[in-house]
């Protein structure tokens, strides 16, 4: 079990940071590439291994992956009915989003298919996505687990030879942009029209690529709808530019914050509307994060984000809750190591999705902040966070249960202790970040 060992930061980060591509853009772009006509050309996928599971399992289904001269990827589309069984199981590793979108894809397919994923990906429950598929009449079954009634991985997809789904509209009880792509995708396959109701804007990716490929998918308010009657069923091949992950930058923003700095800037992040909630909920802690150069990259906004000296001289608790939760979700760990630099609470609340991630991220975030001294109160569905104001973290050991984001938070925090803070069980920050300490090291900060 590998660890990092972080010392407290002894002057004020500088220097440009690059991030990997974004995973979610990334995903989408192989998976949407692998099913277009023609070729797709993809540049700045992230060398993570959640996206790489989403590569091996499309090469593993007979579509051609080359990685060209210029670093970027060709993908060789072999249309919307030409993928094959693959020969063993999909092994999705860590990758949730890689697993629930092929569920999506694969239960409208003529074979059989099975996917497997590693210790984490196994804990996680997948019904949120089997039970509304197999209304449009996909055959899914998984394992039992923790809780009875639940399916787990490995799940096994029967394909449905010579039928095909049937459209239906799901509203969607918790916005997951996981399960209404799932749904959208199955809607290319389905007869009929297929409609997925959001309680809340979930984010976005699946929409704006498909749309952008030819898909027969419209936007009305929190109403996704595929209608494939009349369409040719082509997607379009192209050329795809993944901007930089805003979950990864995060990281690198916060350390400015928490630890001080000078000018960090880091480069063409994706800020689309429905990414930015950690920009939003830094703004109502009063950290300032200034966007510039902004531009576009394959129908999404891009911008580089920048702290520079002062960028977090009056932190104060807040209120994070609703909306801004939702477009927030996986940065909340980090985003909880920020609010204990504030003066007074933060609160956040409507977060329960974190019990069901890598990790169940309320109760991991928490006995973070516990071991670093700070006070915290755990609810069911969030936490309160009792800012130190100013007060340095204490120097401690912390678990990250193999859950990239709250190693990487812990790391972070070790930044503003009064000693060292070791972090292990860290592997899984491969999944995400593989150049994290390396990105980090570079800008003054002293890990090993």
Not at 25 to 53: C, K, M, P, W, Y
Not at 200 to 227: K, Q, Y
Not at 314 to 325: K, N
Not at 419 to 445: C, I
Request: charged fraction near 20%; charge should be negative.
């Amino acid at each position: 079990m590998t660890s990092f060992i972080v010392s407290p930061a002894t002057k004020p980060l500088i220097g440009i940071a690059n991030v990997p591509g974004d995973k979610s853009v990334g995903h989408r772009s192989l998976l949407f590439g692998a099913i277009a006509s023609g070729e797709t050309v993809i540049r700045g996928l992230s060398g993570g291994q959640d996206n790489q599971r989403t590569r091996s399992a499309m090469a593993a289904m007979g579509v051609e992956i080359e990685e060209l001269p210029t670093g970027q990827l060709s993908v060789q589309g072999v249309g919307l009915r030409g993928l094959k069984q693959a020969a063993q199981a999909i092994d999705c590793g860590n990758s949730g989003t890689t697993m629930r979108l092929l569920c999506g894809l694969l239960c409208a397919q003529s074979f059989d298919s099975t996917m497997v994923g590693d210790h984490s990906l196994t804990g996680r429950p997948m019904r949120r996505v089997t039970d509304p598929l197999a209304k449009m009449g996909a055959r899914i079954e998984g394992a039992s687990g923790k809780r009875e009634g639940e399916y787990y991985p490995p799940l096994s997809i029967r394909g449905l030879g010579d039928g095909r789904l049937s459209g239906i509209r799901y509203e969607q009880p918790v916005a997951s942009a996981q399960v209404k792509s799932a749904l959208l995708i199955a809607g290319l396959f389905a007869e009929g029209v297929t409609e997925v109701v959001e309680p809340g804007r979930s984010r976005n990716h699946t929409e704006l690529m498909l749309a952008h490929m030819g898909a027969p998918l419209t936007v009305d308010g929190r109403v996704i709808r595929v209608d494939p009657t009349g369409w040719d069923g082509k997607l379009a091949g192209g050329k795809v530019s993944v901007p930089g992950d805003p979950s990864s930058a995060a990281f690198l923003i916060a350390a400015g914050l928490v630890a001080g700095v000078e000018r960090l800037s880091v480069p063409e992040v994706c800020v689309n509307r429905t990414r930015t909630g950690f920009l939003d909920a830094l703004g109502e802690m009063g950290a300032r994060v200034e966007l510039e150069c902004r531009s576009d990259a394959s129908g999404d906004a891009v911008a580089d984000l920048v702290v520079s000296r002062g960028a977090a001289e009056q932190l104060v608790g807040s209120v994070i809750a609703g909306e801004l939760t939702l477009r927030a979700l996986d940065e909340l760990p980090i985003l909880a190591i920020v609010a204990a630099r504030a003066s007074g609470t933060t609160d956040f609340r409507d977060a329960k999705e974190l019990r069901v991630k890598e990790s169940d991220r309320i109760s991991t975030t928490c006995e973070m902040l516990r071991n670093l001294g700070v006070g915290v109160e755990e609810r069911e569905d969030g936490f309160t966070v009792q800012g130190l104001a100013g007060k340095p973290f204490k120097a401690c050991e912390i678990e990250a249960h193999g859950d990239h984001r709250i190693a990487m938070s812990g790391v972070i925090a070790g930044l503003a202790a009064d000693g060292d803070v070791k972090v292990n069980d860290v592997d899984n920050v491969a999944t995400s970040f593989p150049t994290f300490v390396k990105t980090l090291s570079a800008l003054g900060a002293q890990i090993r």
